[in-house]
């Protein structure tokens, strides 16, 4: 019903940028909070930033001041730009978002992933 496409992962050096894409695609009434994740081996994925459909973003302490999120309603997308990447940036990002697909039916999609390798 809804796919979550995201883009823009890769290998940077510290102190590099890039910034993530996601795409909502299918059948969406509306979009409620978006947001990243990411996830490295043997860890429990952990919320990088998020940004409700209307109110103030939300950004774990470890990349506050590094990382931006935003959104563009009207394109169903939402972006993470990183900056002053660090090495232990390195892993697999993840979008998410909570999706109402008709007046009684919303849930939580997530995307495939990508990757991020920050070198030191």
């Known amino acids: 019903q809804v796919q979550l496409v995201e883009s823009g992962g890769g290998l940077v050096q510290a102190g590099g940028s890039l910034r993530l894409s996601c795409a909502a695609s299918?059948?969406?009434?509306?979009?409620?909070?978006m947001g990243w994740y990411r996830q490295v081996p043997g860890k429990q994925r952990e919320l990088v930033a998020s940004?409700?459909?209307?109110?103030?973003?939300n950004y774990a302490d470890s990349v506050k001041g590094r990382f931006t999120i935003f959104r563009d309603n009207a394109k169903n997308t939402v972006y993470l730009q990183m900056d002053s990447l660090k090495p232990e940036d390195t892993a697999v990002y993840y979008c998410?978002?909570?999706?109402?697909?008709?007046?009684?039916?919303?849930?939580?999609?997530w995307g495939q992933g990508t990757p991020v390798t920050v070198s030191s």
């Open positions: 940004i409700p459909s209307g109110g103030s973003t």
């Open positions: 299918g059948r969406i009434r509306f979009i409620n909070s």
């Open positions: 998410n978002a909570f999706v109402w697909v008709d007046i009684s039916d919303g849930r939580q999609y």
